[in-house]
């Protein structure tokens, strides 16, 4: 049986999948193409991460296709439940990049709170001539022990992010319209473990109380973050996006930005990906990365093992 890792498998999913008695199939093919592809070479599984969408045509149209797999949490770019209506298993990864995600976040919070994204392009352009200047314009630097952590949404990522935020010292605020309560473990390299049990409070309450907003919620079909919701944060607040393109108004965010009604903001994901609007491109006040939350060797090992598992459980 074939195994189609259209968008590449680690070699913690290759290996067991082999040993089962699979072969993976490495190559990426076109999104036009896969219909025919998936046919022809008796695909049996379609591994997936964001680049490649499995829509209706696939669905319909390969009668051996068995299991849609997804190497990440959202499934976006699968339609699940009419798969699912069709008799496909469908799985995915929802825990294996969860810390990776959040530590990209404090990644950028670090970076924006000491001007690294411009100084970084500053420095190597006139570093030798702008020494003092630079020093000057980059001196008012804040840290983020003591202040107030918001997450919206907070499943296992957001979990993960305040887990990291708990352990700088921030207070942590969540909001999630399914989750009351959380208790926390925070795990140290001596095996020592210390609890905490956050209570979600509403978006409003976030919003309104936060230094730092970092969104982990699924696309959504409105805006999480608009023009009201910049409007009713902090005067200088910082917001992260490492979730879905989509969940924030881009055109407002540019707009509280220039207004100076917040200080800074970070995007791993973009409303128009691949082509990300140029006005965000060029901003220096956006800490930008291209949708590399889950790009760790760490986070696509434990994807590549869970997935195997899921199909050899499945299949075999």
Request: glycine share 8%; aromatic share 6%.
């Amino acid at each position: 049986m074939r195994v189609l890792a259209n968008d590449g498998l680690s070699q913690s999913g290759i290996k067991p999948l082999e040993n089962a008695g699979f072969e993976v199939d490495l190559t990426t093919v076109a999104q036009d193409q896969l219909v025919d592809y998936i046919n022809k070479n008796n695909v049996v599984a379609l591994l997936v991460r964001s680049a490649t969408k499995v829509r209706k045509d696939i669905i319909d149209n390969c009668p051996n296709l068995k299991i849609i797999g997804r190497g990440g949490v959202g499934m976006d770019n699968i339609d699940v439940e009419y798969a699912r209506s069709k008799g496909l298993k469908v799985i995915n990864t929802p825990a294996a990049s969860s810390h990776s995600v959040a530590e990209l976040v404090f990644a950028h919070l670090f970076g924006m709170v000491r001007f690294l994204p411009e100084s970084n392009r500053n420095m190597p352009l006139e570093g030798d001539s702008k020494f003092n200047a630079f020093k000057k314009a980059f001196a008012n630097g804040i840290e983020l022990k003591g202040k107030t952590m918001g997450i919206i949404g907070f499943g296992r990522i957001g979990q993960a992010t305040a887990k990291i935020a708990l352990a700088l010292g921030m207070k942590v605020v969540a909001y999630d319209p399914f989750i009351e309560s959380v208790t926390l473990d925070l795990e140290f390299y001596d095996h020592q473990t210390v609890f905490f049990t956050i209570n979600t409070v509403s978006k409003d309450e976030v919003i309104e109380q936060s230094d730092f907003i970092s969104l982990h919620v699924p696309a959504q079909k409105e805006y999480v973050i608009g023009k009201n919701e910049f409007s009713a944060m902090k005067k200088g607040a910082f917001i992260v996006n490492a979730a879905r393109g989509g969940v924030i108004d881009e055109i407002a965010l540019v707009h509280a930005l220039e207004s100076g009604q917040i200080a800074g903001a970070a995007l791993d994901v973009f409303e128009k990906e691949p082509t990300p609007e140029i006005q965000l491109l060029m901003n220096p006040l956006l800490s930008l990365t291209p949708h590399i939350g889950a790009a760790t060797a760490e986070a696509q090992d434990r994807i590549g093992t869970e997935l195997a598992e899921q199909i050899i459980g499945i299949l075999n």
